[in-house]
């Protein structure tokens, strides 16, 4: 696609109840990476995948949170036991990354989830 | 110390003013910068992109970088209200892989 695409745009679910957020990058982009943001707050790194490597994983803030990418193309986001605290909008993002050439990472428009 | 700062305002200027927003950072590896816009709802949306040290101008937009002062700045010229939302700056390495984002400047342009 044109550019990156995330489902579902807004998610409202109850404490307890798991959910999955997916996204489908930008075609040819070998990075993918999500975010969270919080009310007002700033973008909190949670995983990055690049290519055949394995993920970086060093921003999932609990083992409640996984991520996937099949194919080296579509990513799904996993909460499970969802938590009011987990209510924010997820953002994932995909660049090309070209040593030594330009490298900029492009954003969806999120999925909002709020835990009642 | 953050590996990038930036006052987080909420900055409000008249319409039709000269915009200045700022970050500073720790880490020397940065060489690219870029400032990303965010609408209310809305993912953030690259603006500007520049490679080490320089200017770079995009019609009422210009992104400054002075790497031996770890400091970046983008210039809004003629502010428009619909230049209104949140700026964030970010920078990475020489491999594009680390991705640092500042906490971002609210700003509002009034008519």
């Known amino acids: 696609g044109a550019g990156v695409s995330q489902s579902p745009s807004n998610k409202v679910t109850e404490k307890g109840k798991d959910v999955e957020l997916r996204c489908d990058p930008i075609?040819?982009?070998?990075?993918l990476y999500w975010y969270r943001q919080s009310l007002g707050q700033g973008l909190e790194f949670l995983i990055y995948f690049q290519g055949n490597s394995a993920p970086d994983k060093s921003g999932l803030p609990s083992d409640r949170f996984s991520a996937e990418r099949t194919g080296g193309s579509v990513s799904t986001l996993t909460i499970q036991r969802t938590q009011q605290e987990d209510s924010a909008v997820y953002l994932c993002a995909s660049s090309l990354v070209r040593v030594g050439g330009r490298n900029t990472i492009y954003f969806g428009e999120g999925s909002w989830l709020t835990v009642v | 110390q953050k590996e990038v700062e930036q006052d987080p305002g909420p900055l409000s200027v008249p319409e039709g003013a000269i915009v200045s927003l700022n970050c500073t950072y720790s880490?020397?590896?940065?060489?690219?910068f870029m400032w990303y816009r965010q609408y209310s709802r809305k993912g953030p949306e690259l603006l500007m992109y520049t490679y080490s040290s320089g200017n770079k101008e995009d019609g009422r937009f210009t992104a400054q970088v002075d790497k031996s002062s770890k400091y970046i700045s983008l210039f809004i010229r003629d502010s428009q209200p619909s230049d209104s939302a949140t700026y964030l700056c970010a920078m990475s390495n020489n491999y594009g892989q680390n991705f640092v984002f500042g906490p971002g400047t609210r700003l509002s342009v009034l008519p």
């Open positions: 880490n020397s590896a940065f060489q690219y």
């Open positions: 075609s040819g982009h070998t990075a």
